[in-house]
């Protein structure tokens, strides 16, 4: 893509600030976020004209269709220099707008993710529905790459990734790599997942399990005898697997309760912590990995008992996101009012750290 020379100059001093967003706000000059807090640049104020150009700049004539479609819209941009971003085209007052987001120019390791260590374990399975969950901006994405990653490190085999956007570009090691983008390779996640299943792959990745027929059909692979990497857009297991299901049909939910308590590896939610030194967050996970248990308590619908399995399993790795977080307040990487803001049941949380003690010195 030839970028514009005031596009070129926004992005590469994001690259130099080390920013982790960029804002395109009209009324206001480019801004960055840059540890945690909103900056503004010494550059002019953006005028509406500026931002709409700055925004269709960076679209294709598909892109720009889709947008004026659904007014709003996800795609990524690559300069050789600069390298990848992320970009969130939106309307403000009926004019375009954007975020954007520069992504990772290399694959850090478990250890620098601060992921649990059962999570390699989740890529060396031959089948079944792993799902990454967690809100927008938590990390799951750069989790999954992490995942694709240590599959090519490993595994002769064909990994087909449908993403929105492609935030990072695989090089082929062991496996064969195929991302596609959606609006640009793409026209839906569904059509292109079922298309996928016609192109010989081990490991499926789809970038978001967005709609019933997605989901469907990612059962689907799931279940025969593929490898499936998905993410959603929910806070803990529990609510996953309540979400997986409320997508479908009343008619059709007792069949998806089986498809999940057959095929179902495990769920990771993620969050994103802000850390005690106001620079790099910190991630708070909850893991469930699917046990006869766990799996009977799907088949029968009682969902409220996998956290019982969760609190429980605790020798298999599994973790509640209460545990993860006073982990992180013991370690001194959070704060005691952080982990309290970030807790589902606050009132337990304080009389946990406060029977466990303090945090460590930093």
Request: glycine share 4%; aromatic share 4%; hydrophobic share 35%.
């Given at each position: 893509?030839?970028?514009?020379?005031?596009?070129?100059?926004?992005?590469?001093?994001?690259?130099?600030?080390n920013?982790s967003d960029?804002?395109?706000?009209?009324?206001l000059?480019p801004?960055?976020r840059i540890?945690?807090?909103?900056?503004?640049s010494?550059?002019?104020?953006?005028t509406q004209?500026?931002s709409?150009?700055?925004?269709y700049?960076?679209?294709?004539d598909?892109?720009?269709k889709?947008?004026e479609?659904n007014w709003?819209?996800?795609?990524?941009?690559?300069d050789?220099?600069?390298?990848?971003?992320?970009?969130?085209?939106y309307y403000?007052?009926?004019?375009?707008e954007m975020?954007i987001r520069?992504v990772m120019?290399?694959?850090?390791?478990?250890?620098?993710?601060?992921?649990p260590?059962e999570?390699?374990?989740?890529?060396?399975?031959?089948?079944?529905?792993i799902?990454?969950t967690?809100?927008?901006g938590?990390g799951?994405?750069?989790?999954?790459?992490?995942?694709?990653?240590?599959i090519?490190?490993?595994?002769?085999?064909?990994?087909?990734?449908?993403e929105?956007?492609?935030?990072?570009?695989h090089?082929?090691k062991?496996?064969?790599i195929?991302?596609?983008?959606?609006?640009?390779?793409?026209?839906?996640f569904s059509?292109?997942?079922i298309?996928?299943l016609?192109?010989?792959?081990?490991?499926?990745?789809?970038?978001?399990m967005?709609d019933?027929?997605?989901?469907?059909?990612?059962l689907?692979?799931?279940?025969?005898g593929?490898?499936v990497?998905?993410?959603?857009?929910t806070?803990n297991?529990l609510?996953t697997?309540e979400?997986i299901v409320s997508?479908?049909?009343?008619?059709?939910?007792?069949?998806?309760?089986?498809q999940l308590?057959?095929?179902?590896?495990?769920?990771?939610?993620?969050?994103?912590?802000?850390?005690?030194n106001?620079?790099?967050?910190?991630?708070?996970?909850?893991?469930?990995?699917?046990t006869?248990?766990?799996?009977?308590h799907?088949r029968d619908?009682?969902?409220?008992l996998l956290i019982?399995?969760?609190?429980t399993?605790g020798r298999?790795?599994?973790?509640?996101?209460?545990d993860?977080?006073?982990?992180l307040?013991?370690?001194?990487?959070?704060?005691?009012?952080?982990a309290?803001?970030n807790?589902y049941?606050?009132r337990?949380?304080?009389?946990?750290?406060?029977n466990?003690?303090t945090?460590k010195?930093?």
């Amino acid at each position: 893509m030839n970028l514009t020379l005031d596009m070129q100059q926004i992005l590469s001093l994001a690259r130099r600030e080390n920013a982790s967003d960029i804002h395109i706000v009209a009324g206001l000059p480019p801004m960055f976020r840059i540890n945690g807090e909103i900056i503004l640049s010494n550059r002019p104020a953006l005028t509406q004209q500026d931002s709409a150009q700055l925004c269709y700049g960076l679209l294709n004539d598909e892109q720009k269709k889709v947008f004026e479609q659904n007014w709003q819209l996800c795609c990524s941009i690559f300069d050789a220099k600069l390298g990848r971003f992320r970009v969130s085209i939106y309307y403000h007052a009926g004019n375009p707008e954007m975020a954007i987001r520069p992504v990772m120019d290399h694959i850090k390791t478990r250890a620098e993710l601060r992921l649990p260590t059962e999570i390699d374990e989740f890529t060396r399975l031959a089948s079944g529905l792993i799902l990454l969950t967690g809100p927008t901006g938590s990390g799951k994405t750069t989790t999954l790459n992490y995942m694709i990653d240590l599959i090519n490190s490993e595994q002769r085999c064909k990994i087909i990734a449908i993403e929105d956007p492609v935030e990072y570009v695989h090089k082929q090691k062991k496996a064969v790599i195929v991302q596609q983008e959606l609006y640009t390779d793409v026209k839906s996640f569904s059509t292109a997942l079922i298309h996928v299943l016609r192109q010989d792959p081990d490991v499926i990745c789809v970038g978001e399990m967005r709609d019933l027929e997605t989901t469907e059909t990612a059962l689907v692979a799931a279940e025969t005898g593929h490898l499936v990497i998905a993410t959603c857009h929910t806070p803990n297991t529990l609510q996953t697997v309540e979400r997986i299901v409320s997508i479908f049909p009343e008619n059709k939910q007792p069949q998806v309760f089986t498809q999940l308590a057959n095929c179902l590896q495990g769920i990771l939610a993620q969050r994103l912590i802000p850390s005690s030194n106001k620079k790099e967050p910190r991630l708070a996970t909850e893991l469930l990995i699917m046990t006869p248990p766990a799996r009977k308590h799907i088949r029968d619908r009682q969902l409220h008992l996998l956290i019982n399995i969760i609190q429980t399993g605790g020798r298999q790795g599994m973790h509640t996101m209460e545990d993860s977080l006073v982990a992180l307040y013991q370690a001194g990487d959070i704060t005691y009012d952080t982990a309290i803001c970030n807790s589902y049941d606050p009132r337990s949380l304080r009389e946990r750290i406060h029977n466990e003690g303090t945090p460590k010195e930093q």
